[in-house]
């Protein structure tokens, strides 16, 4: 694999490909993995270096205009090869069949393809990415090697959901970093040009793509001339970067009708209970991390609630979920171990103190890992209910650019992200639920938060999740979309769009997963069509 700097190339340097990818993340490389050993040029580009630089540059920041966000750059953009993967949690799941689907009381929803088309990309994502078992509802308690912890809320209510971790699998406490591990292989067909950030995408007068503009800096501008071309630079920048396509097409590349940048939709996250107290334990026993071993191989699961798919139909809910975060003592002995043994502790003699004072706990711990297949036990000041809703996918809801300009005088993005009254009423009927089922259980329901216990949703506090969605949604009606079933851009030849730019809704669930699957989808399509390669 050609690694090469574009800082290096003199101004105005011509390049050529077969195939150029705009973006390093984790859509990107799973693209070019399919192409290792082809005959098939590929180049991809991307904005940074290797690894992220110390400091941020402007270009990773945005312009905010709607409901508060994350503004931490890192949280939504990384400028390094292996993009947003440098900084995510590893969680992950696969959408729910009601996601796909049409639904009356969701304006603009419904994909046009279909759960079951992409299942076999599925598999092949959680292959890629190391994870257990593809499965994430009820029919997993059994492969756990565990009954249901005798929480089992009533099924046309609450269905079971788990979440599973992608972890590296040469440094199984580190989460996967897709960068390092694809800049350890080896492919002769494939370059990375680095510190290449894509400013204007030519077209003919045909809407055939001619060539990417690429800066490293001011003034310093090289070609690349691809036979066909895929964005995959995250939610925010794919929109960024065909709106500031508006040389030969003044609105943007694509947006004809408008629709680029609009539909943006998050994963609106609160919190909307805690349980504190001699309930904190036997709640944490009943629903902390599940271990799944096999070919020695472990993988941790997360177990939660979502609303099922007869409540959200009968009471005309949003997907959502809720799951447990887990508020730890500071005097927690498996932190102190942990920082002890990791070289981070800022007093070892006081985290030695906190690891010799609970030796139960750690014995019990050791227990739970090695016999029951659970997660340690850590001392815990109280458990809090979060969720994360899917949203309405609304048109106002948009992505535009501002007037204030980057290092290399192009727009920074502008965001005007809203949350819905649905978005709030779903999490509250989850919520309400959610205690409702603990109690006729025999169990201590959760403390609700005041917007809930009182009904007031105008109090409702949410923040995003960093996952940007549904600037560029699939449709197949161009008055309806930006891309095509298979991704294509509907006013141009030779571009496609990978990532969650294309989703036409969010689901709860977090995206990377699907984000893999879309774009193996995408790279056999590609293979076939233009390359006319087998798959």
């Known amino acids: 694999m050609l690694m090469e700097d574009m800082r290096r190339l003199a101004a105005g340097t011509t390049l050529e490909a077969d195939l150029a990818i705009v973006g390093t993340g984790p859509a990107g490389l799973s693209i070019a993995r399919a192409f290792f050993g082809t005959d098939v040029r590929v180049v991809l580009l991307e904005s940074g270096g290797v690894g992220e630089a110390p400091e941020v540059a402007p270009s990773e920041t945005f312009e905010n205009a709607g409901a508060p966000r994350f503004m931490n750059p890192r949280r939504v953009r990384n400028r390094c090869v292996g993009g947003s993967s440098q900084t995510w949690s590893g969680r992950c799941r696969t959408f729910d069949a009601i996601d796909f689907e049409p639904r009356s009381w969701v304006p603009h929803s419904g994909w046009p393809i279909s759960k079951e088309d992409l299942a076999p990309y599925e598999e092949r994502a959680a292959e890629a990415m190391h994870l257990g078992p593809n499965i994430y509802d009820g029919r997993l308690w059994p492969l756990l090697g565990h009954g249901e ?40 067909n494939v370059r ?74 998050d994963h609106p996250r609160t919190t909307v209970g805690e349980f504190t107290g001699p309930a904190v334990e ?18 941790f699961y997360a177990p939660g609630v979502r609303l099922s798919p007869e409540l959200q139909r009968k009471e005309q809910m949003l997907n959502c979920a809720a799951y447990l975060s887990e508020d730890r003592s500071a005097d927690d002995p498996w932190d102190a171990i942990n920082r002890l043994r990791s070289g981070q502790s800022e007093n070892r003699a006081k985290d030695m103190m906190r690891a010799m004072s609970s030796p ?65 009423r779903s999490v509250a009927t989850l919520a309400r639920t959610f205690a409702r089922e603990f109690a006729r259980l025999g169990l201590k329901p959760p403390a609700l938060q005041e917007w809930i216990a009182r009904d007031r949703p105008q109090d409702a506090v949410f923040t995003d999740a ?62 076939q069509r233009h390359f006319g390669l087998t798959c």
């Open 360 to 424: 139960g706990r750690l014995l019990e711990g050791l227990y739970q890992r090695q016999v029951n297949g659970r997660n340690v036990s850590h001392k815990l000041d109280r458990l809090v209910v979060d969720c994360l809703v899917e949203q309405v996918p609304d048109p106002d809801s948009r992505l535009t650019l501002s007037e204030k300009t980057d290092e290399l005088g192009q727009p920074l993005p502008r965001i005007f992200w809203k949350v819905s009254e649905l978005e709030k």
């Open 466 to 527: 960093a996952h940007p969605t549904g600037t560029t949604r699939m449709s197949h009606d161009p008055k309806t979309g930006v891309v095509d079933a298979d991704c294509r851009l509907h006013e141009a030849r030779g571009l496609y769009i990978t990532g969650s730019s294309v989703f036409p809704t969010a689901s709860h669930a977090n995206p990377t997963l699907m984000i893999v699957a879309m774009a193996l989808r995408l790279a056999d399509l590609i293979k």
């Open 282 to 299: 036997a709640i944490q026993t009943r629903l902390g991390l599940y271990q799944f071993r096999q070919a020695g191989k472990a993988s």
């Open 149 to 188: 912890p005798g929480i089992a809320p009533a099924p046309d209510l609450l269905e079971p959901c788990f979440w599973q971790f992608s972890r590296d699998p040469g440094q199984p406490a580190e989460f996967l970093r897709f960068g390092p591990q694809f800049l350890g292989l080896r492919a002769d």
């Open 192 to 265: 990375v040009l680095t510190n290449a950030t894509v400013t204007h995408i030519d077209t003919d007068e045909s809407g055939r793509i001619t060539s990417l503009e690429l800066a490293s800096a001011p003034g310093h501008v090289c070609r690349l001339r691809p036979k066909i071309a895929v964005l995959a630079a995250g939610g925010i920048e794919n929109t960024r970067l065909l709106l500031l396509s508006n040389r030969q097409r003044p609105a943007g590349l694509g947006n004809g009708n408008d629709l680029v940048g609009r539909y943006l939709m």
